[in-house]
Nanobody, 123 residues
Framework: QLVESGGGLAQPGGSLRLSCAAS????????IAWFRQAPGKERELVAGINWSGRVTYYADSVKGRFTVSRDSAKNTVVLDMNRLKPEDTAVYYC??????????????????WGQGTLVTVSS
């Protein structure tokens, strides 16, 4: 089971850090992705990271602002979100795949999902 934390309210231009942890398991040998779903919109891929942390993926809308990383010591995957915009407002989900996704954005490739954490960017 995956558990997200770190959501909340931020002002435009501000920062938040989201964490994804595995309850009762390890995140070391699987691929982790962050998706988000804004009100009235479909869920979309935001960022992803492979088991070693050497391969990452970012949606164009967050490149240069968001950074995904692994903290093996804490058994978590972190999404650092900087220069937040109102359009980043969404529920953010972490997802884990036991094998390398053919397409990072294909939700069916992921075996485990968290319940989501709400990020609101507003002044």
């Amino acid at each position: 089971q995956l558990v997200e934390s770190g959501g909340g309210l931020a002002q435009p231009g501000g920062s938040l850090r989201l964490s994804c942890a595995a309850s009762g398991g390890t995140l070391d040998y699987i691929f982790i992705a962050w998706f988000r779903q804004a009100p009235g919109k479909e869920r979309e891929l935001v960022a992803g990271i492979n088991w070693s942390g050497r391969v990452t993926y970012y949606a164009d809308s967050v490149k240069g602002r968001f950074t995904v990383s692994r903290d093996s010591a804490k058994n978590t995957v972190v999404l650092d979100m900087n220069r937040l915009k109102p359009e980043d407002t969404a529920v953010y989900y972490c997802a884990a795949a036991e094998s390398r996704p053919v397409r990072w954005s294909a939700e069916e490739e992921y075996n485990y999902w968290g319940q989501g954490t709400l990020v609101t960017v507003s002044s």
